[in-house]
């Protein structure tokens, strides 16, 4: 079971320090079954309830969708996400929108959804936290966005942040997710870039937040750079084992560090794939 005790409550400013934070080992029993999810153990946290309408339904998901995002919503409340920006912004996109169709019934569920290339639609819990933590006690106007994959988590950013920049490596969710954001509530608010995300956007820098969708053995320095004095990271770190960690920019060539949850993303990789 994960130690929940040692990370603070999103009602409060996480404690950023050099000293790392840790949890605890998982316990035994665990198996991963999706990408870009909280990895938990057999008796870990939160329950996950699903609050999918069932394939037959899937047809009439359009009619449901706003029941089933409050669904959402509220399951997210009651894991403990308390930012009511966030909370609204997940309100506002329609998920079902951002995945296949053969998949839409299963939208809200609290899982990761695959997108193709091998990349997945993260959980939304692991959105709605990484942003919640991203932003806490800050009114981000420039964000980036680090593997915008189908477009989800940018359209999510861009209901309450005004300047959302994104990239994405693999020229076929970019073209996805250009699609996907090219209509709704996320229309016109989100710039989308095909390149290599390990390289940030030296020339939109500096950011007043950053959020990366994947994992690498460390995160690259240079976003590290890109950061405005005060502003956060957030992204997963690891192989075979990974954490969540939140960098804070202090000063011109300083930064804190912490490690917050376990989760398992999928690999940041350099360049492109066309």
Same mark, same amino acid.
């Given at each position: 079971?994960?130690?929940?005790? %040692?990370?603070? +409550? ?9 000293s ?8 035994? !029993?665990?198996s ?6 909280r990895?938990? !153990?057999p008796q ?8 999918? &309408?069932?394939?037959?339904a ?10 089933? *995002?409050t669904q959402?919503?509220?399951r997210? *409340? ?9 909370? #609204?912004?997940?309100?506002?996109v ?12 299963? #939208?809200?569920e609290? #899982?990761?959804?695959?997108i193709?290339?091998?990349q997945?639609?993260? @959980? ?11 932003? @806490?006690? %800050?009114?981000?106007?420039?964000v ?16 309450f942040? +005004? ?7 693999i %020229?076929?969710?970019?073209?996805q ?8 509530r996320? *229309?016109?608010?989100? *710039? ?7 390289r ?10 950053? &959020?990366?969708?994947? #994992? ?9 750079h890109?950061?405005?004095? !005060?502003?956060r990271?957030?992204?997963p ?15 011109p060539?300083?930064?804190?560090? &912490?490690?917050?949850e376990?989760v398992?993303?999928? +690999?940041?990789?350099?360049?492109? @794939?066309?």
């Open positions: 079971m994960m130690n929940k005790s %040692r990370h603070p +409550p999103l009602g409060q400013p996480p404690r950023i320090s050099r790392p934070v840790r949890s605890s080992t998982l316990g035994p !029993g665990y991963v079954a999706n990408s870009n999810t990895i938990l !153990g870990g946290g939160t329950a996950t309830l699903s609050s999918a &309408v069932p394939p037959a899937s047809a009439n998901l359009g009619l449901n969708s706003d029941r089933l *995002r959402m919503v509220r997210l *409340r009651e894991q403990g996400i308390s930012d009511d920006r966030v909370l #609204a912004a997940m309100q506002a329609a998920r079902h929108d951002f995945v296949d169709q053969g998949l839409a019934s299963r #939208a809200y609290d #899982a990761a959804l695959p193709g290339y091998g997945t639609i993260s @959980q939304p819990w692991v959105v709605a936290y990484m942003l919640a933590v991203m932003a @806490q006690d %800050r009114t981000p106007q420039r980036l966005e680090i593997g915008a994959g189908c477009g989800y988590q940018s359209a999510v950013l861009a209901q942040v +005004p300047e959302v920049y994104a990239v994405e490596r %020229r076929g969710l970019y073209d997710a250009r699609l996907n954001l090219s209509h709704g996320a *229309r016109g608010r989100v *710039r989308l870039s095909f390149g290599d995300g390990m940030g956007l030296e020339h939109r820098a500096p950011f007043d937040g950053i &959020v990366v969708a994947a #994992a690498g053995v460390k995160i690259p320095e240079v976003l590290l890109q950061l405005a004095v !005060g502003a990271l957030i992204a770190e690891g192989a075979a084992h990974q954490r969540l960690i939140l960098f804070e920019r202090t000063g060539a300083s930064w804190h560090r &912490v490690e917050l376990d398992r993303f999928v +690999p940041l990789r350099p360049g492109t @794939q066309a």
